[in-house]
T-cell receptor, first 111, second 113 residues
Framework: GENVEQHPSTLSVQEGDSAVIKCTYS??????FPWYKQELGKGPQLIID?????GEKKDQRIAVTLNKTAKHFSLHITETQPEDSAVYFC??????????FGPGTRLSVLP | NAGVTQTPKFQVLKTGQSMTLQCAQD?????MSWYRQDPGMGLRLIHY???????DQGEVPNGYNVSRSTTEDFPLRLLSAAPSQTSVYFC????????????FGSGTQLSVL
């Protein structure tokens, strides 16, 4: 079955700097790669996703890149702000099947 | 639009007690699922359902039961709670079709003493 690894497990950046979180997946059939943000005491919330027919997607300060050949995808956050501090999860899925999540990255944005 | 609603938000049980975690969604999603979240282990799938009357096991189903009598509700039952079931539990539902997306509830924090 699918296995998703995520690095780093914790990340601290200065406010205004960029943050990058990387995930790798094992099942070459996976074709959907969402990213979730979880704030303290809340459920994960979808922030951006990418499908396998696209190499990059942007939404304001966040972007996701996908390398299907290497089976890895990354979340990029530019101009980080204190409200970006949270736990971020990546996931991989084959269309119509269950999502498999990475272990999460705790991002701290230092003022 | 409420989305996915979970109750209770917090619960403390003694070993051996039983309880039901409630989950309801108002988006008419056929697919619903339960995850548990433990430190360093991400979100692990317990059980899922692709429609009323249909349930299946996920990665970590032992000690949990589910049923799906309606599209809206997907309760998770702990038959005899164990300390290893101390965790945060999330219910999620998924939009259908090619543009599928997973939506989570706010979670239930469960402690088993």
């Amino acid at each position: 079955g699918e296995n998703v690894e995520q690095h780093p497990s914790t990340l601290s950046v200065q406010e205004g700097d960029s943050a990058v979180i990387k995930c790798t997946y094992s099942d070459s059939a996976s074709n959907y790669f969402p990213w979730y943000k979880q704030e303290l005491g809340k459920g994960p919330q979808l922030i951006i996703d990418i499908r396998s027919n696209v190499g990059e997607k942007k939404d304001q300060r966040i972007a996701v890149t996908l390398n299907k050949t290497a089976k890895h995808f990354s979340l990029h956050i530019t101009e980080t702000q204190p409200e970006d501090s949270a736990v971020y999860f990546c996931a991989a899925a084959v269309y119509g099947q269950n999502f498999v999540f990475g272990p999460g990255t705790r991002l701290s944005v230092l003022p | 639009n409420a989305g996915v609603t979970q109750t209770p938000k917090f619960q403390v049980l003694k070993t051996g007690q039983s309880m039901t975690l409630q989950c309801a969604q108002d988006m008419n999603h056929e697919y619903m699922s339960w995850y548990r979240q433990d430190p360093g282990m991400g979100l692990r799938l317990i059980h899922y359902s692709v429609g009323a009357g249909i349930t299946d096991q996920g990665e970590v189903p032992n000690g949990y039961n589910v049923s799906r009598s309606t599209t809206e509700d997907f309760p998770l039952r702990l038959l005899s709670a164990a300390p290893s079931q101390t965790s945060v539990y999330f219910c999620a539902s998924r939009t259908p079709g090619a543009n599928e997306k997973l939506f989570f509830g706010s979670g239930t924090q469960l402690s088993v003493l």
